[in-house]
């Protein structure tokens, strides 16, 4: 059985870095086409897509806030730790982690979620 | 990258077809798959590579592409369906979702 559990402070100050960890089982993220990836939702709001990273530890971003991000993976302890600088009000949001599992034919979708986690930013 | 266009908010009565439309520029060239969110759940996959529906997913739902629109198409809606909807695509290596849709069942 596939899960993955999101973990990190619930508030952040202004200015502030925040940093999450996903920790999942059920699955390896050495496994060819397995992937680790990031969504945040805003309240009320639409999902974005933030980063992945993958079985060979290539890191994908979303171009928008590449300069704020890092994510990173320790294999050995199931565990995919996303970090964002700079934080502002506007990034109170439900922090997802969710799984990527591309298929042979290269086609890949987020077929496994966490339950997510609100941070607010707020000083 | 491009954006996907999806209407606000979608009503339909129990028992009756509803139709969510997807659209964007490439969409003719990448697959689609779609989410369900229920209030204060996390998103869970109901379509992907435009019309398969994974397991445990009912079979009222599917899924159709064509041209550079997708749709979601849930026949005999009932009051569990209601939630938003995503729609989602790839960009080469980028992640794209729609804006969402509210499903109302009333």
């Known amino acids: 059985q596939v899960t993955l559990r999101e973990s990190g402070p619930a508030l952040v100050k202004p200015t502030q870095t925040l940093t999450l960890t996903c920790t999942f089982s059920?699955?390896?993220?050495?496994?060819?086409?397995?992937?680790v990836s990031w969504i945040r939702q805003p309240p009320g709001r639409a999902l974005e897509w933030l980063a992945f990273i993958d079985w060979d530890n290539d890191k994908y971003y979303n171009t928008s806030l590449k300069t704020r991000l890092t994510i990173s993976k320790d294999s050995s302890e199931n565990q995919v730790v996303l970090t964002m600088t700079n934080m502002d009000p506007v990034d109170t949001a439900t922090y997802y982690c969710a799984r990527i599992q591309f298929h042979g034919s290269g086609y890949g979708w987020f077929d496994s979620w966490g339950q997510g986690t609100l941070v607010t930013v707020s000083s | 990258s491009y954006g996907l266009t999806q209407p606000p908010s979608v009503s339909v009565s129990p028992g009756q077809t509803a139709s969510i439309t997807c659209s964007g520029d490439n969409l003719g060239d990448a697959y689609v798959c779609w989410y369900q969110q229920r209030p204060g759940q996390s998103p869970v996959v109901v379509i992907y590579q435009d019309s398969i529906r994974p397991s445990g997913i009912p079979e009222r739902f599917s899924g159709s592409s064509s041209g550079n629109t997708a749709t979601l198409t849930i026949s005999g809606t009932q009051a569990m369906d209601e939630a938003d909807y995503y729609c989602h695509a790839w960009d080469t290596t980028t992640p794209i979702f729609g804006g969402g849709t509210k499903l109302t069942v009333l």
């Open positions: 059920g699955f390896s993220l050495s496994t060819t086409g397995v992937c």
